[in-house]
């Protein structure tokens, strides 16, 4: 692979490891692992993206702070472990390696060569606030590895990105020492550093909580916050069974269960002779996602027994159709079916993708999918197979058509097996039953839609459906008008038909006795004459079975008053708005009721009324007669109203409270759209106003200075409540 330069993202992992050159010369190598499939910083450098730093502490005192240059960036590829797995396409990995060399005099003092930034992914599960949490990668070199110039273990591979949800993880996380020193590995804490200070306007990148600190914190260092007690650093991907690493051989085992980015740091211990030369900690990102089989045997079941095991059960049939949905098509190359169906047991073969494979008998037979046989990438489903008799759901029903009365279910089904044991039925109408033989008595008529789901003891069912037409005549006919005492004329009564079961199906007859009839059932007839008439009603059901009733003397009409009035004056204006109102109603009236066009009411037979408002006022009447009936009478009365406008020909402008103003006089208050304006005799517009009740006071526009004495010109408009728009001209004589 070419080395190239780029951007890269979120943080993902890093580790720091050094080389002894001699004459107290080191080369330290930095490795960054960031998410490239983020948006973020890129790699720091002296002279691209943030000025990346390496600062040198002796002790805790700086040494030295080292620029970066721009760094190596390779890509990571993904790689699985089991070459049957197909991983997903959105991770991202790629390193960034840095190395630089300083001579390090020795020191009775250990020397901590430290690379802090932040951030890491902010989808990381097991620590709180990943997202604003930073990295410290560092390594120490103490006064032993001086004195030797010792060389740090190197890991050998980095981890896999991707490792597989609910699959085993088998990953070698051994390192090399040069000396060959004893290597000791174990999970440990990944550090914290750097923060968000640089971002979205907060402080400086370069503070100690800055996303790249400029030098860089001091020893020691804060454990990164777990999410505990889920995770821990010894637990980072939690569950259980946990995963776990051989400290003597570095071999990283489990099977992952949770998907989801954890951290996970990695601690290499150096010892020679039982002294303790160095610790190169490896933080790095595990992605646990769900892999997908490169080819998978599955088939359509009833059970699932257990991975790649499967139960089918076939009732009352000798053959079945089975359905293959095996995955990945693309990758299945051959594939072949093997039963136990021969005539003695013998396995028969099938090679149709879904074959059809006839049992000899009832019983339970085996069988095998088989994906690409001999192939790493091959798959195999163990089928079993339940042969058991036929069931056939099937039923009777009993009711009396014409009679109201319950309808009777007999269930007549059969089974192969030993016996049913469950009876399902849907009875329409929100009707359910368990019983084997239910009896329901419907509230409703029609057509009625029935199924039955039988069940045997080995859970083969069978299912039934049907329709038939309940629609009893009703037992009486209930009938209730909504008055049995109507007025002429328009005597309405509504005949609400309480009869049941009835419904559109059935044919409905009414006679009023008056001569009319109605189909409808429920009706609203209008009687015109006034009597005491009999109502008569005919029910057919649609099994031609019927039933009938008549109402004597059920419905009287009686002879209704006659409403009618009279107003006066003739002309009904707002400055006169009195309104005089004349009785002209029938002699049997005894009750009067009158409604002013909601401005007020009145009992009175004879009433007057003031009305407040001009314009359409409709009034009503309604009276009742000695026999209970009324009618009613409806007028309008026009209230006109009246406006007049008139101008002055002078007026005395000398703040005597005389006559200091020019104005209009008259009924202002119907006036719309009104307009005056004022010239003077060379034509200059001096006064304008849109309101009847502003006048012209002798200064320009009402403001400026006064005006002297003579004849000017007035020009006036409005709209007239009832006349439409008017014009007066008059000519206005200033006198001081």
């Known amino acids: 692979m070419l080395p190239r330069l780029g951007n890269a993202a979120h943080i993902v992992g890093g580790e720091m490891t050094y080389r002894c050159l001699g004459n107290d010369t080191y080369e330290f190598t930095l490795l960054v692992y960031r998410d490239c499939q983020s948006q973020g910083a890129q790699f720091d450098s002296f002279g691209g993206g943030l000025p990346g730093t390496v600062t040198i502490f002796n002790g805790n005192s700086i040494f030295a702070d080292v620029l970066l240059d721009a760094p190596i960036i390779e890509d990571i590829p993904p790689n699985l472990s089991n070459p049957c797995l197909t991983i997903p396409d959105d991770v991202c990995v790629e390193s960034g390696r840095y190395t630089f060399t300083r001579e390090l005099p020795r020191s009775d003092l250990s020397y901590t060569v430290t690379y802090q930034r932040c951030c890491r992914n902010g989808t990381i599960n097991n620590i709180f606030l990943p997202g604003s949490t930073g990295s410290t990668y560092t390594i120490e070199l103490t006064p032993f590895a001086q004195e030797t110039c010792n060389n740090s273990p190197v890991y050998n591979d980095f981890p896999e990105i991707i490792i597989c949800s609910n699959e085993p993880l088998i990953f070698d996380h051994s390192a090399t020492d040069p000396e060959g020193d004893q290597l000791v590995y174990s999970f ?164 149709d993708f879904d074959p059809f494979v006839v049992f000899p008998d009832t019983g339970q037979f085996m069988g095998v999918l088989v994906l690409n046989p001999g192939e790493i990438c091959g798959d195999t489903a163990e089928i079993f197979v339940n042969v058991f008799p036929d069931i056939v759901a099937d039923f009777d029903l009993d009711f009396d058509t014409c009679v109201i009365g319950p309808v009777t279910f007999s269930d007549s089904s059969f089974t192969g097996a030993d016996m049913i044991t469950d009876w399902d039925w849907n009875l329409d109408d929100g009707e359910f039953s368990s019983e084997q033989n239910p009896v329901i008595l419907y509230d409703v008529p029609g057509i009625k839609d029935i199924s039955l789901i039988v069940v045997d003891e080995n859970n083969c069912e069978s299912r039934m459906d049907t329709s038939f037409n309940w629609s009893p005549i009703p037992s009486e006919v209930l009938v209730q008008p909504t008055s049995f005492i109507a007025c002429a004329p328009g005597g309405s009564v509504t005949f609400n038909n309480l009869t049941s079961p009835i419904d559109s199906t059935y044919d409905v007859l009414w006679n009023f006795g008056d001569g009319g009839t109605s189909t409808e059932i429920s009706p609203t007839h209008e009687f015109t004459n006034v009597g005491t008439f009999n109502v008569s009603v005919r029910i057919i059901s649609p099994f031609d079975c019927e039933i009938s009733e008549t109402f004597n003397n059920f419905i009287s009409i009686r002879q209704g008053p006659t409403a009618d009035f009279t107003f006066g004056p003739d002309l009904i204006t707002n400055l006169n708005p009195q309104v005089f109102f004349t009785d002209q109603s029938s002699s049997d009236v005894v009750n009067w009721q009158w409604d002013f066009s909601g401005q007020g009411a009145s009992r009175d037979q004879n009433p007057s009324f003031i009305f407040r408002d001009s314009g359409l006022q409709e009034i009503v009447l309604l009276v009742t007669a000695e026999n209970g009936c009324v009618d009613t009478a409806f007028a309008t009365v026009d209230v006109v109203p009246f406006d007049s406008f008139f101008l002055p020909n002078a007026f005395t402008p000398n703040n005597d409270d005389r006559n200091d103003t020019y104005q209009g006089v008259g009924t202002l208050e119907n006036i719309s759209d009104f307009n005056m304006k004022i010239w003077d005799r060379w034509g200059e517009l001096i006064f304008e106003t849109n309101s009847q009740f502003i006048g012209w006071n002798g200064q320009k526009n009402n403001a400026g200075p006064d005006l002297p004495n003579g004849v000017y010109v007035v020009l006036v408009t409005y709209e007239s409540a009832r006349d439409g728009q008017r014009q007066l001209k008059a000519y206005a004589t200033l006198i001081r």
Do not use: H, K
């Not at 570095?250 to 601690?267: E, H, K, M, R, S």
């Not at 990758?331 to 099938?350: A, S």
């Open 188 to 351: 440990c804490s990944p550090f914290e550093g750097g923060g968000l200070n640089g971002t979205n306007g907060m402080g400086q990148s370069t503070d100690l909580n800055g996303v790249a600190p400029n030098p860089d914190a001091p020893p020691p260092y804060n454990d990164v916050n777990f999410v505990a007690p889920n995770f821990t650093s010894q637990f980072p991907l939690g569950g259980e069974p946990r995963i776990t690493i051989d400290p003597s051989t570095g071999l990283i085992t489990g099977t992952p269960l949770i998907n989801g980015q954890y951290v996970v740091g990695v601690c290499v211990e150096e010892f020679r002779n039982g002294v303790l030369l160095s610790t190169v900690q490896r933080d790095f990102q595990f992605n646990v996602e769900s892999c997908i089989a490169a080819v998978r045997a599955d088939i359509v079941e009833d059970v699932l027994l257990g991975d790649r095991s499967f139960l089918v059960n076939v009732c009352g049939q000798d053959g079945f159709q089975f359905q293959n949905q095996s995955i990945e098509l693309s990758n299945i190359d051959e594939f072949f079916w093997d039963f136990n169906t021969g005539p003695n047991g013998e396995i028969e073969r099938f090679e």
